[in-house]
């Protein structure tokens, strides 16, 4: 069986299966191959060995890991079941840490011979130096925007993994010393267990694994190897080897960039040069060096391209840069959005093609509902139904004689266009919308950070609950204009689309399961403010005398925000202004949008200290001032980060809270969140305390009895730090345990149910409990 040409191998299913990838041959025996945890008969033969490995071990976690030790504790196996299931299916250890070396262990003949010829292909793989040891290879799957199936690497430098099936070609090598930390969770799929490998700087990547033993197996192996080279650190011996491996990685550099800067026309590939001879059968083609990518792909032809996009000025504002770099480059761009943007599109000598809806009606009901929340879906459901219909009716025929289409997602009808087109379709965005545990969708940021498997679902949730929303009125516009059958997410397979972020890596670097065709480009920006701008005489004066004061000149403004009271916003920001004695310029958007609704509204009156402003490039104004008071959205925010001024977010909705949280992670400004005084007004921490204090009470008296060497309840639940106790090999109530262990497990009484290390002694207390008794024996002795 050839595991590369199967998508899912579930090592469970077979009884006697001999795999082979490109590395190695292994066979995997019948009785190795286990589903649900090994069989009595493969513990009592497994025993003697694994239990002396974990005497050793036990020593190893003893004098260096807790978190290890906290993640036994809550194993799907017992310690014995993890320690024997070494040559397993899917699984393959080469090379053990000396702490894990049995005494005694017979030396298998061939063995050393096979690790060598596996190490020399790993590190062949990964161009990795001879120094680096391959202890343990594992089959499973990364998750990225979709799960890739490959093999895991663990070395005593680095973790690392391969993808096996054909056409994908990811490698990934991650430093140990960059690795924060393991932990497992339930697998995204049915019947697979998960794997998160946290890296430092809290980004989080995850692998599913077919068996949780597997799983299991290569979290600890992991686990060991940090705790090693946490050693290594703490030793100094590290730096001496990072040292002479930053040498030789700048050597490598070089070299690669003077092979690609040194012509070599027999490496060139045949590509593509025009949209319609890529449109070949072909195995698609991905690139991973963007450098190599724009001088290779450059088509000849020059290429009719759609730029697609609904909402504000934030979402335009990218694509007219965009098209600039187009046009320069030969291309003949055009922009479909709402009529609003028109001429400021014509303005920059990019065609125009209109599309339906209202822009500040949008904002409207974004603002006022929240994104997604029940309400929104309600209102947006009774209010844009018929939006939408002219939506997708007028971007059909926006997008007509098109090579290429690119598309903000939020317009919803681009991939059915481009599939009827039978056209190159790329996805652009100002926020994340693609799978990730790295961040949450960009409309469902919660108040704290709630980890990866929140980030992850709330894009699932997002994509499930916005395509059912508008799934009937899209299939009835596929088969009635379009010519198109119905559609499905499944068929639609949307994370499968390129995209472009036009947001800069530095301010939402892009996570590792990102796949490759998902890019994080940098900002477009478009500057409005270059030489040809002439500033307004008297907002020069207005800078110069505030300058001249020695006060501080602060701009607030709140982009395409509607809010429902304009002059409420509009007395906050002037008495804000002068508690805090500052100048501002104030771009008051908000209430010209209501102009026309509420024409008879008086206005609130200015103070001198403020100067009113319609649209300044903020390119050209945030260069001017001390600090920028503004909405969070992705372009402003883009604006004053680039201009290197404090940054003030006051957001309202959408994406807004995503980048108030991205600066302030940054630390290079704060979000202002909502205040809700109510929620400390219903608090009574005085009461709270002394119920504390009472429901507490027997607990702590029986801490008290339990200093004194006698915990007065065996069943107390037990906690993390009492695994870190497990003592050494030499301790005689170690070596009681472990023999009690193994008759235990000969009787086959392992107590699975419980999951961990936890088994029944002859009294019928529970292992756990005899732990936790020799726990509190040693911290008292000791
Ligand atoms: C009818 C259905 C029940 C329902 C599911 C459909 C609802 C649609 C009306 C909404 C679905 C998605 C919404 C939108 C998505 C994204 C948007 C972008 C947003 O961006 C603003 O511009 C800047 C750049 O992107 C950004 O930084 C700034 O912070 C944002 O204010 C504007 C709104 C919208 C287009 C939004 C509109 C409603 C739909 C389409
Ligand atoms: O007077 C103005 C108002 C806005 N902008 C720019 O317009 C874009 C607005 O985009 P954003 O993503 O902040 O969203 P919006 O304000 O449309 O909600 C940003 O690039 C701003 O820098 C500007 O240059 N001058």
Redesign the pocket.
Known sequence: MDIEDSQIVDFADTCKIRVIDNDETFAIDESDQNASGPSLQNLVKAGAYPLQRAAGFAGYLNRHSKRMSTLLATESMGYVEKVSGMWKGGKKHYDEPEGLIADGEPHVEGNDEQAAISGDRFRDHFALPETEKLQAAYFGYLHRVLPLYGKIYISDRSFCFRSLLPGTRTKLILPLKDIENVDKEKGFRFGYSGLVVVIRGHEEIFFEFSQPDIRDDCAITLLQNLEGMKFLQESGLLSMEEKESAQNASAEHKALQKARLEENPSHELKLPQSAEESKSEAPPIMFDDPRASILNFKPTESLRITCLT???R??VQPYIALCKGLMAEGHKPKIATHIEFKDWVESHGIAFEPVAGDPAE??RI?VEYGMFTYSF?RE??SK??GW?DGLLSTSWKACQGSDVLIESP?AMAGIHIAEALEIPYFRAF??PWTRTRAYPHAFAVPEYKLGGSYNYMTYVMFDNV?WK??AGQVNRWRKNELGLQSTSLEKMQPNKVPFLYNFSPSVVPPPLDFSDWIRVTGYWFLDEGGQDFQPDKDLMDFIAKARSDGKKLVYIGF???VVQDSAALTRTVVDSVVKADVRCILSKGWSDRLEKKDANKIEVKLPVEIYPIKQVPHDWLFSQIDAAVH?????TTGASLRAGIPTIIRPF????YFFGSRVEDMGVGIAVKKINPEYWAQENGVNTAIQSIYRDMEYAKSLIKSRKGKPSDDNIEDSEESWTFIGDENDPELVKRIHNWDSVAQLGTLNRKNEGLAGSDESGNSIESRFNQKASLQADTG
């Open positions: 609904i909402g504000s934030g979402d949008l904002m974004c879906l947006a459901s844009f139904r939408i939020s100002t926020m916005f929303s508008i982009g395409s925000i909405h969070g959205g992705a372009g909705f959408g994406d807004q």
